[in-house]
């Protein structure tokens, strides 16, 4: 969770200044894209953390039963790596929003262990 946060709170703090610097979307026109991210973050969550229960429900449950599930977050969260080679702001934005959903999943699958 510590290690995914920097990444999480790269996009959700920066990602206006990004469509500006990067990609020269006035901040007039950026209410299209700045949306994306955050959603995606609480789809992954939701998603992940109702498909970790129902695994738990069939299974003895703990964080081995999840390992699939948590290399397929880090994964996706690691699509933020991308970003710098994409060409305009829409695709940024699908792959910041990708990357959102790995990084949700990951807040969801490793806190429910904390518990």
Known sequence: VIGSAPGIMLVLNWFPQILDKTFHVAQNDQARYVWAPPAAFDVG????????????????????????LIALA???????????????????TIVLAGAMVGGGAIYTLITSEML
Do not use: H, N, Q, Y
């Open 74 to 92: 880090a994964v996706l969260a690691a699509m933020l790596a991308v970003v710098p080679r994409v060409g305009d702001p829409t695709r940024a």
């Open 45 to 68: 969550a939701i998603g992940f953390g109702w498909l970790a229960s129902f695994r738990d429900r069939r299974a003895k449950g703990g964080i081995a039963e999840k390992r699939d």
